[in-house]
């Protein structure tokens, strides 16, 4: 079983939501742009994070398998 490391580039978040309506890894920070909840997520949460990956608007959701 992998590992998976999920990233936000927070910089250009548009703030839609749309993550967090997809997984629950994801949540609307204070400044009204999502963050993540864990960073590292085991295999069986992946295609979770992944779906919010591919579905964000402006692409800065990165989902990509730990180095190990
Ligand atoms: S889907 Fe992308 S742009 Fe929208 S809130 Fe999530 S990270 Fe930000």
Redesign the pocket.
């Known amino acids: 079983m992998s590992d998976y490391r999920v990233s ?1 580039d927070r910089k250009n ?8 309506a997809l997984c629950d890894n ?1 949540y ?1 920070d204070s400044d009204g ?2 963050s993540v909840r864990n960073e590292i997520v085991p295999e069986s949460k992946s295609g979770e994070n992944i779906e ?1 990956e591919i ?4 692409g ?2 990165k989902v990509r398998k730990t180095a190990h």
Not at 55 to 58: K, L, T, Y
């Open positions: 936000i978040c548009i703030g839609d939501a749309i993550c967090t994801f609307m742009k999502a919010a579905s964000c608007p402006v800065i959701i």
